[in-house]
């Protein structure tokens, strides 16, 4: 009955964060289904060159071996990080490994540019939502109003606010 949708920067610190935040969220809530985690892409290119490349790469990942490769790609890349947050783009093949994708068939994919118009539609979606940083994320739930969140926010912030519309639905 609820959706967090989290417009994440794979190359930000606070994403990086945040992230951690999400999968303590549905270690708890994922599990019984009460809680959806739904990932959209808003590469801040101006601070984080390598996020657009990232985001299309974590597409690929996603074509190339499914939504448990997206999700081993995603941990990969933010257990990856410096603590500024900059993602070493030597090492990305190395996450597309951690994945289980062929590293030629992603080469491939990337190279192709297929995935650069998804990318800038979720961009251009978080934009309209009122996002201007990252994470930027809207947790929606049946007869509520959509909450926004802006910035990342500590597990028990999330936890309150879902426990609070379980209650309410």
């Avoid at 101006?46 to 990232?54: I, T, Y």
């Avoid at 297929?114 to 930027?136: I, K, M, N, S």
């Avoid at 994320?137 to 426990?163: C, F, H, M, Q, V």
Wanted: hydrophobic content about 40%.
């Amino acid at each position: 009955p609820i959706k967090v949708i989290e417009y994440s920067d794979l190359d930000c610190p606070f994403c990086r964060t945040y992230h951690a935040t999400m999968k303590q969220i549905m270690a708890v809530y994922g599990s019984e289904g009460t809680v959806a985690w739904v990932y959209r892409h808003f590469p801040l290119k101006e601070l984080h060159p390598n996020a657009p490349r990232l985001a299309e790469a974590s597409e690929c990942v996603t074509e190339l071996g499914g939504n448990e490769a997206f999700w081993k790609f995603i941990d990969s890349i933010f257990t990856s990080q410096t603590l500024n947050g900059q993602f070493d783009m030597s090492k990305l093949e190395t996450s597309v490994a951690v994945a289980g994708v062929p590293v030629q068939q992603f080469r491939e994919c990337v190279e192709s540019g297929r995935h650069q118009a998804l990318v800038a539609a979720h961009f251009d979606e978080a934009t309209e939502a009122g996002g201007q940083g990252t994470p930027y994320s809207i947790i929606l739930s049946p007869n509520e109003s959509p909450i926004p969140i802006s910035g990342s926010r500590a597990y028990a912030t999330i936890k309150e606010i879902i426990d609070v519309l379980l209650t309410t639905n």
